[in-house]
């Protein structure tokens, strides 16, 4: 039924998955964490499941959740679809970190066992196929990372989770700007893929985000890139947000109201402005819907990343349909030149909306805290 020109990839060595993942944070509806937005619109709860099993009917195998997506929501839903399909069928990978309820450190052993232990619940499972660390904060000076190793361990003994993720930092993170990223986190990140040898390495990507050939995706400090990283440690690579944050639906115009608790509420006025003037050739060549763009988004993504599974989100029946069956068709070489070039252009005036356009802003260093709007649009 679905885009059966496309081979499958590896998720975890044996694990060969549809390479079109179903990203279920859009699913969990408005949510809050820490202070900031966390989630999305609303979505009603028949129509979510509806559409998990409409992925699942497509071909899809992997599916995405986390316990912070709409505190638990995602879950629930995600749970409701898995109780109608086969378990073996589905790969269920779900992140831990974000949210770290009253404890003091998300990786405390009592608060990440209990937590992958209601996933399982909420989730009707027996086990995760991947469990993947949101970051690597482990308190001050690592306090509770000997505790959190030994916790993840156990887990895998119980098989409670199958395989181990974990998510690329910003600084080891592709990116258009390296300043932004902190410094020194790509030598610890690499010093942590060998105290816990994940399976997978998860990253935000996007064509907002910029991709340097293979082979030469140091950043601008010389640093090795997060795809050449995992290529050379044998790990497999999974992408989030290829859709920047629905940015490339075209659906979003400057005056686009997000409501409390969506993400999306971070997006400026100039970046919304700037994404609808970089859209417009896609339109012109490959036609004016969201199903239209959202296609060329994803065939750049999956032929741009070719070793990673790409996760992408929905909020309807009629989207996940849209996103699976538009792979069926490929691309020309003329088209995939020209849309390089026309992400690469939308990329410039992303970059032109971000620039501080006072003496005062423009005084302002870049700093790791610092997002600048096209930052805000790749950032999951």
Same mark, same amino acid.
């Given at each position: 039924?679905?885009?059966?020109?496309?081979?499958?990839?590896?998720?975890?060595?044996?694990?060969?998955?549809?390479?079109? =993942?179903?990203?279920?944070?859009?699913?969990?509806?408005?949510?809050?964490?820490?202070?900031?937005?966390?989630?999305?619109?609303?979505?009603?709860?028949?129509?979510?499941?509806?559409?998990?099993?409409?992925?699942?009917?497509?071909?899809?195998?992997?599916?995405?959740?986390?316990?912070?997506?709409?505190?638990?929501?995602?879950?629930?839903?995600?749970?409701?679809?898995?109780?109608?399909?086969?378990?073996?069928?589905?790969?269920?990978?779900?992140?831990?970190?974000?949210?770290?309820?009253?404890?003091?450190?998300?990786?405390?052993?009592?608060?990440?066992?209990?937590?992958?232990?209601?996933?399982?619940?909420?989730? =009707?499972?027996?086990?995760?196929?991947?469990?993947?660390?949101?970051?690597?904060?482990?308190?001050?000076?690592?306090?509770?990372?000997?505790?959190?190793?030994?916790?993840?361990?156990?887990?895998?003994?119980? =098989?409670?989770?199958?395989?181990?993720?974990?998510?690329?930092?910003?600084?080891?993170?592709?990116?258009?700007?390296?300043?932004?990223?902190?410094?020194?986190?790509?030598?610890?990140?690499?010093?942590?893929?060998?105290?816990?040898?994940?399976?997978?390495?998860?990253?935000?990507?996007?064509?907002?985000?910029?991709?340097?050939?293979?082979?030469? %995706?140091?950043?601008?400090?010389?640093?090795?890139?997060?795809?050449?990283?995992?290529?050379?440690?044998?790990?497999?690579?999974?992408?989030? %947000?290829?859709?920047?944050?629905?940015?490339?639906?075209?659906?979003?115009?400057?005056?686009?109201?997000?409501?409390?608790?969506?993400?999306?509420?971070?997006?400026?006025?100039?970046?919304?402005?700037?994404?609808?003037?970089?859209?417009?050739?896609?339109?012109?060549?490959?036609?004016?819907?969201?199903?239209?763009?959202?296609?060329?988004?994803?065939?750049?993504?999956?032929?741009?990343?070719?070793?990673?599974?790409?996760?992408?989100?929905?909020?309807?029946?009629?989207?996940?349909?849209?996103?699976?069956?538009?792979?069926?068709?490929?691309?020309?070489?003329?088209?995939?030149?020209?849309?390089?070039?026309?992400?690469?252009?939308?990329?410039?005036?992303?970059?032109?909306?971000?620039?501080?356009?006072?003496? %005062?802003?423009?005084?302002?260093?870049?700093?790791?805290?610092?997002?600048?709007?096209?930052?805000?649009?790749?950032?999951?």
């Amino acid at each position: 039924m679905s885009a059966s020109h496309l081979p499958r990839r590896r998720l975890v060595a044996g694990w060969d998955e549809h390479p079109l =993942g179903a990203g279920c944070r859009p699913i969990g509806g408005p949510a809050t964490n820490l202070g900031r937005a966390a989630g999305w619109a609303a979505v009603g709860d028949d129509r979510a499941v509806d559409a998990l099993l409409r992925a699942h009917a497509e071909g899809a195998t992997v599916f995405d959740t986390a316990d912070v997506f709409g505190l638990g929501h995602s879950q629930r839903l995600l749970g409701r679809m898995l109780a109608q399909v086969p378990r073996a069928s589905v790969r269920i990978t779900s992140t831990v970190g974000a949210f770290r309820g009253t404890g003091v450190n998300a990786y405390r052993s009592l608060n990440l066992h209990s937590q992958v232990e209601q996933s399982l619940e909420i989730l =009707g499972v027996e086990w995760l196929d991947v469990l993947t660390l949101h970051h690597v904060d482990f308190g001050p000076r690592d306090e509770f990372f000997q505790e959190a190793r030994e916790t993840l361990e156990a887990l895998r003994d119980l =098989g409670r989770v199958k395989a181990l993720g974990m998510r690329a930092p910003h600084r080891l993170a592709v990116s258009v700007r390296p300043c932004d990223r902190r410094r020194g986190s790509a030598t610890r990140f690499a010093f942590l893929v060998q105290q816990f040898d994940p399976k997978v390495i998860v990253t935000s990507f996007s064509p907002l985000s910029q991709l340097p050939a293979p082979g030469r %995706e140091a950043s601008d400090c010389g640093e090795e890139g997060v795809f050449d990283f995992a290529r050379r440690h044998g790990v497999a690579t999974v992408i989030t %947000e290829p859709l920047g944050l629905g940015l490339l639906t075209g659906e979003h115009r400057p005056g686009t109201v997000f409501g409390p608790g969506d993400v999306r509420s971070r997006l400026t006025a100039p970046v919304l402005a700037a994404v609808e003037r970089g859209l417009q050739p896609l339109r012109n060549r490959f036609g004016s819907t969201a199903h239209d763009l959202v296609r060329v988004a994803l065939h750049h993504c999956l032929r741009r990343c070719p070793d990673s599974i790409v996760l992408a989100g929905f909020a309807s029946p009629q989207q996940v349909a849209a996103n699976y069956q538009g792979l069926q068709s490929e691309l020309s070489e003329a088209d995939h030149e020209f849309v390089d070039a026309a992400y690469a252009a939308l990329r410039a005036e992303l970059e032109a909306a971000s620039q501080p356009r006072s003496k %005062e802003t423009a005084s302002v260093p870049c700093t790791p805290g610092a997002r600048r709007p096209a930052q805000e649009a790749e950032e999951r």
